[in-house]
């Protein structure tokens, strides 16, 4: 019964998710994300085995700290589902059953959870911060060198296009680099270029002119929105404010995320 199968993967789906929440809290606060034990960011409380289980220890406890009730945020609870449900949808778009089994499929949807995972915690790190955060970058990139090795040895028909890729993005990394140094600021927008060319070899051109469509859409109506918001309270906001407000990491990874499984089903 491939139903079976499903629900293993959902619940592999919500451990990532569990991961993500807490690597887009970590991250940008320095913290180590593989030796600290979890903790309550409130109290310091140690979390116990059954408070990490993904999804029912927020339902069991409320969705409260056992030890101080401060209410834990939502927000973990729906990256857990929806990862649980991404997952799922990939599996599906990858058509994985028990009867359809092959080491290739597996390793291919395997590379592409590793990106989506940076993706995901690229996109929760600039919502938070409205930063892209260099880490999971050069994590996004050790990912990229692997697979184009992998590629390789099983399938040579694309390396090239993929080596010109990785060339560009290591570039953009170096001015990125440098510009960082000489200026002592982040460079936002090198870092989502960065950011497109990795999609691309992951998730294809395709799917990448669709993300930056749906990202542009996205930011013409926020742009809209923060317009209309301005004319009612006739308290006049310049364009260039919104627009270094605009967390276009986390629109990017998001559309990037739909417009994958959007296309896996197309082809279906
Ligand atoms: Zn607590």
């Known amino acids: 019964m ?5 629900i293993i993967i959902f619940i592999m789906g919500t451990l990532f998710g569990s991961f993500y929440t807490l690597a887009i809290y970590r991250i940008p606060n320095k913290i180590d994300i593989t030796h600290t034990h979890s903790f309550c960011p409130n ?3 140690k979390l116990g085995f059954f408070e990490l289980i993904p999804v029912l ?16 945020r939502p927000r973990y609870l729906i990256i857990e589902i929806l990862s649980g449900i991404v997952l799922v949808l990939l599996a599906k778009g990858f058509n994985i059953s028990y009867s359809n089994l092959q080491i290739h499929t ?4 395997g590379f592409l959870i590793l990106y989506l995972s940076g993706i995901v ?14 880490s999971v970058i050069y994590y996004a990139l050790g990912i990229l060198v692997l697979y184009i090795i992998y590629l390789c040895i099983v399938d040579r028909t694309n390396i090239y296009r993929y080596i010109m890729y990785l060339s560009i993005t290591l570039i953009l990394l170096i001015i990125d680099t440098i510009i960082l140094k000489k200026k002592a ?12 060319l990795i999609m691309v070899v992951f998730t294809g051109e395709v799917v990448t002119i669709l993300t930056v469509i749906m990202t542009l859409l996205i930011i013409v109506l926020y742009i809209l929105f923060n317009k209309m918001k301005s004319y009612k309270s006739k308290v006049k906001i310049n364009e260039k404010d919104i627009c270094s407000k605009l967390n276009i990491g986390f629109y990017l990874s998001i559309s990037n995320i739909l417009m994958l499984i959007n296309v896996l089903y197309m082809y279906l």
Do not use: M, V, W
């Open 185 to 196: 600021k982040t460079s936002y927008t090198l870092s989502i270029l960065i950011l497109l």
């Open 106 to 109: 597996l390793i291919e949807l």
């Open 121 to 134: 915690i690229i996109a929760g790190i600039d919502l938070e911060k409205r930063k892209i955060e260099k």
């Open 57 to 72: 220890s927020y339902i069991f406890l409320g969705g409260k700290c056992k030890q101080c009730k401060q209410k834990i």
């Open 2 to 6: 491939d139903i079976f199968l499903y």
């Open 43 to 45: 109290c310091n409380h």
